[in-house]
């Protein structure tokens, strides 16, 4: 007894429409995109915006942060020179250079 | 990930590059004197400033009497016998408690020419350096 089924699948032959401009399409696909493809994240515009404020903050910051501690350094410095010159306690002890700045 | 790690150091060295080249370069001008100092630190208008030249002129010669009384003092407890000597250190004592008063109450009086916020920040940044501050409490304004 003969299976149809299998008498079909044995007939079956594979036959695949061909494009012949498939391989010009991708060419062209390749040839229209930018070279090395997407760019990455680090070299898009924003990121390169954010780096720059990045170190200019870092920059503000680094100023910033020195003066500000200069300053109290200085103070600290010139608020001790003067209790030493209002203070005899001080002055007592270092008799001789008695001296009002 | 690299470039990010990158940035982050590159941003850090930035920051310790521009801070330690301000701390190095950006030292501020010295004052002539105290009243200088005080004047631009504590923003002293010029009556202000003439007010507390007139406190520091009327004190400093207080101030050296205190200095010079307290240095005998010592000198006395120095060359005291051991039965002088109880005598001599109540004296130094008075003599300190006496100096260290008067001095706080000048810088009080200092202090009462600034405004109000200065003139905390005045005694806060002074008070501590003063030989006879106990730390026991901060100095009022009058």
Same mark, same amino acid.
């Given at each position: 007894?003969?299976?149809?089924?299998?008498?079909?699948?044995?007939?079956?032959?594979?036959?695949?429409?061909?494009?012949?401009?498939?391989?010009?399409?991708?060419?062209?696909?390749? +040839?229209?995109?930018?070279?090395?493809?997407?760019?990455?994240?680090?070299?898009?515009?924003?990121?390169?915006?954010?780096?720059?404020?990045?170190?200019?903050?870092?920059?503000?910051?680094?100023?910033?942060?020195?003066?500000?501690?200069?300053?109290?350094?200085?103070?600290?410095?010139?608020? +001790?020179?003067?209790?030493?010159?209002?203070?005899?306690?001080?002055? +007592?002890?270092?008799?001789?250079?008695?001296?009002?700045? | 990930?690299?470039?990010?790690?990158?940035?982050?150091?590159?941003?850090?060295?930035?920051?310790?590059?521009?801070?330690?080249?301000?701390?190095?370069?950006?030292?501020?001008?010295?004052?002539?004197?105290?009243?200088?100092?005080?004047?631009?630190?504590?923003?002293?208008?010029?009556?202000?400033?003439?007010?507390?030249?007139?406190?520091?002129?009327?004190?400093?010669?207080?101030?050296?009497?205190?200095?010079?009384?307290?240095?005998?003092?010592?000198?006395?407890?120095?060359?005291?016998?051991?039965?002088?000597?109880?005598? @001599?250190?109540?004296?130094?004592?008075?003599?300190?408690?006496?100096?260290?008063?008067?001095?706080?109450?000048?810088?009080?009086?200092?202090?009462?020419?600034?405004?109000?916020?200065?003139?905390?920040?005045?005694?806060?940044?002074?008070?501590?350096?003063?030989?006879?501050?106990?730390?026991?409490?901060?100095? @009022?304004?009058?």
């Amino acid at each position: 007894m003969n299976d149809p089924l299998s008498d079909r699948l044995q007939a079956w032959t594979c036959r695949p429409d061909f494009d012949p401009a498939f391989a010009a399409g991708v060419n062209a696909r390749l +040839a229209a995109s930018p070279a090395g493809g997407a760019a990455p994240l680090f070299f898009t515009p924003a990121f390169r915006l954010a780096a720059a404020v990045c170190v200019l903050v870092a920059v503000g910051a680094g100023v910033g942060g020195g003066l500000a501690l200069n300053q109290a350094r200085a103070n600290d410095r010139f608020a +001790a020179d003067y209790a030493r010159s209002i203070d005899p306690l001080q002055m +007592a002890s270092a008799h001789g250079a008695h001296v009002h700045r | 990930m690299k470039r990010a790690l990158l940035l982050i150091l590159l941003v850090a060295a930035v920051g310790a590059a521009a801070f330690g080249l301000t701390r190095w370069l950006g030292r501020p001008a010295e004052p002539a004197d105290s009243l200088d100092w005080m004047a631009a630190e504590f923003s002293l208008g010029p009556e202000q400033r003439a007010a507390i030249a007139r406190l520091h002129a009327d004190y400093a010669p207080v101030c050296e009497r205190h200095c010079e009384e307290i240095y005998q003092a010592r000198v006395r407890l120095d060359g005291a016998s051991e039965a002088e000597k109880a005598v @001599a250190r109540a004296e130094l004592v008075r003599l300190e408690a006496v100096c260290t008063e008067s001095t706080r109450a000048h810088l009080r009086a200092v202090a009462a020419h600034m405004e109000p916020a200065a003139a905390r920040r005045f005694l806060k940044l002074v008070e501590p350096k003063l030989a006879g501050h106990g730390h026991e409490a901060p100095l @009022a304004l009058p």
